[in-house]
């Protein structure tokens, strides 16, 4: 029998937890013994308008269902709130899953400084927000699992998408870092691009698609990175949904290396070209020490062959 993962004593935060994702990773934290805040403002899925329902109804469902939990209805960028909601009522934060989000399509051509400026307010600013106000508990605790949403739009551009794929792209670098300093105080970071049946994705998916994209299939991947026997996967990218789990990294071509000195010209580098596209051969940076090795190299160089 596989053990099960269990949560008890910690606290977990789950933004935008009175639908979709988050209110599947929220009634899982609270079944597995977790105390569980269960922020969402409660608006429509383009940001719009504000209610308290919508989290009230999964704080009830956890605690029918024999669980702890309480509500909180402020916007993530107001994260320090989110956070002292969890403070004040369990004295504690082990978990952030930063999960609230909006979206604002329009064609490039047509967007509006509001349509950009809501999208990474809510995406940017709301991760941040909340992720900055949990960084001190985290860090004194020694202890702190973070999760990021990003998108497959942000990863590989969407059309229509442009604010959302900017903000989205933009949880995988403050990830990156999080997991960088957050290394040393165990504190883990992952981000996620889920692909899951919400009021999201109704409008765009037929219904036996979304019937295959079940919310609580992304929930099985998030436990195992907050789980507290995860201490390898931090700042990895994952693609994840209706039962398909996959990791995700960058991928460099070998590369064209001339020397950097008057002989390195553009028709120098188009000589080469195929050099530069070549991916036969690659190499997947994680960092930019592996291109600081390459210009030490470039400097090492005789002249260029032209
Ligand atoms: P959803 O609309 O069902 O859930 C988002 C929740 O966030 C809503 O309950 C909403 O009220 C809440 N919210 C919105 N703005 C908020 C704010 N400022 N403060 C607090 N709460 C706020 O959508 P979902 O599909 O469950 O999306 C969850 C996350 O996953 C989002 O970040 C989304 O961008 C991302 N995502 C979803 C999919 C997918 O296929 N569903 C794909 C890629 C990324």
Redesign the pocket.
């Known amino acids: 029998m596989t053990e099960q993962l269990r949560f008890d004593d910690q606290v977990v935060v789950v ?2 937890a ?5 209110k599947a990773y929220a009634t899982f934290f609270g079944s597995r013994g977790a105390k569980v805040v269960v ?5 429509s ?1 383009k ?1 719009e308008g504000n209610s308290t329902k ?1 989290a009230d109804v999964v704080v009830e469902e956890i605690k029918k269902a024999g669980g702890q939990a309480v509500a909180n209805y ?4 107001n994260g320090e709130k989110i956070i002292e909601t969890a403070i004040q009522n369990y004295g504690r934060i082990d978990v952030l899953i930063n ?4 979206l604002r399509d329009i064609s490039f051509k047509n967007m509006s400084d509001a349509d950009w400026d809501l999208i990474m307010k ?2 940017v600013k ?1 991760a941040y927000k909340c992720a900055r106000a949990a960084w001190p508990y985290f860090r004194k605790q020694k202890y702190g699992r973070v999760i990021n ?5 942000g990863l590989f551009g969407s059309f229509g998408q442009c604010n959302y794929s900017a903000a ?1 792209l933009a949880q995988v670098g403050f990830t990156e870092t999080l997991a960088k300093e957050g290394a040393k105080y165990n504190i883990i970071s992952n981000v996620i ?9 109704e409008t765009v998916m037929p219904p036996d698609v979304l019937q295959a ?1 079940k ?1 609580e299939w992304v929930v099985p991947l998030v436990a195992v990175l907050v789980h507290k026997s995860n201490t390898t996967e931090n700042g990895s990218i994952w693609e994840v ?1 209706g039962g398909h789990i996959a990791k995700l990294r960058w991928e460099r071509s070998s590369g064209l290396l001339l020397k950097a000195d008057e002989s390195y010209t553009a028709s120098a580098v188009l000589k080469q070209w195929n050099k530069v596209t070549d991916f036969s051969n690659p190499q997947y940076p994680s960092g930019p020490n592996d291109f600081m090795t390459l210009l030490e190299e470039s400097m090492k160089m005789g002249p260029s062959e032209q």
């Open positions: 933004t935008g009175g639908g979709g994702l988050g922020n969402d403002l409660g608006g899925f940001g919508a402020d916007s993530v960028e999960n609230a989000g909006i809510v995406h709301g949403t990003a998108s497959a739009a989205k691009a889920p692909i899951a049946a919400s009021r999201m994705t994209l919310p949904g």
